[in-house]
């Protein structure tokens, strides 16, 4: 594996403090008419940034970033593009400004960052897991970012690189995708629609925003006696100012990382183990300053066993 060269530009903990969709996309042929998949990169996550193999320009098209980590705090790996006219130093400080205790400069600074900044999600891992993440991308440069998705001493709180997306004047295709989920606006806020909700642990998940700001899938493992009620019930006492005990286990199950309003991507997490989760989004509103969860960004369902395990 080839090491990056990274940046450390100070300031953010994680960059990520940020009806049913069609199939995905089958297969384009390329300009000679064969069928091409969607590259595959290595990214091994650790307190020095990543590895990725191969190393050297995405190609334009569907990538799928197989991600692991054996640090035990667990990572987050973003994947960002910057819109015309804003840079990645002016996303960092609008990003940190979004975590001011005084929600008159982090509720205008996340409405600039979700504005100016296009979230092409990542992942969420943690040690005995793999997630791939594979999305379409057009030509030109993304930033790639690492963080910890714990506090962890003596270390940056962030890394982050360009890489370049190059012309490659063919496309390749999105992986296949076995259940379908939908974040969309709904007359009490947001909704998150599935194809199903029971399915395996390792099932490939295309997840579609239709909402109006970025969203994101991330697995919350329920306590045995918890249920449908008692997650209504604990987000609305968060939003009330008031939480409730929480229906979740302690433990991390990662996911994917938000993703902007029109775009959609494919998760495949290897390691959960069969369970009730409850799908959540995170991202905070840049309205109320509220996780979208509260506003109904959450999803229960059930993950049964590996075919073979």
Known sequence: MTM???RFLGGAAALTLASFSTPAAPA???NRGRWRPPRRVHISLTHSGWDMAPSGPLREGATAFHTVTEDA???YFSILRMREGTTI???LELLQASSDPDPEVALPARRAFYREVEQNG???VYPGQQAVFTKRFDPGVLYLGEAPAQWVPDRPPFHVDPVEVADAGRSSCYMRSDVRLVADSAPEGVAIEASRTRFRSDAVICFSNRTGV???LIFRRLLEDAGQQDVTEYYESVGAGDPL???FTEERFGGMLPISPGL???LRVSGLPAARYCIVSHVKDPGTGLEQAVHGARRIVELSAPEGS
């Open 264 to 266: 959609a991507a494919t």
């Open 89 to 91: 130093e002016r996303a």
């Open 245 to 247: 005990p929480s229906p």
């Open 28 to 30: 384009a042929a390329d």
């Open 214 to 216: 970025p969203q994101e």
């Open 4 to 6: 990056h060269r990274r």
């Open 73 to 75: 705090s667990g990572h």
């Open 122 to 124: 990542g992942t969420a």
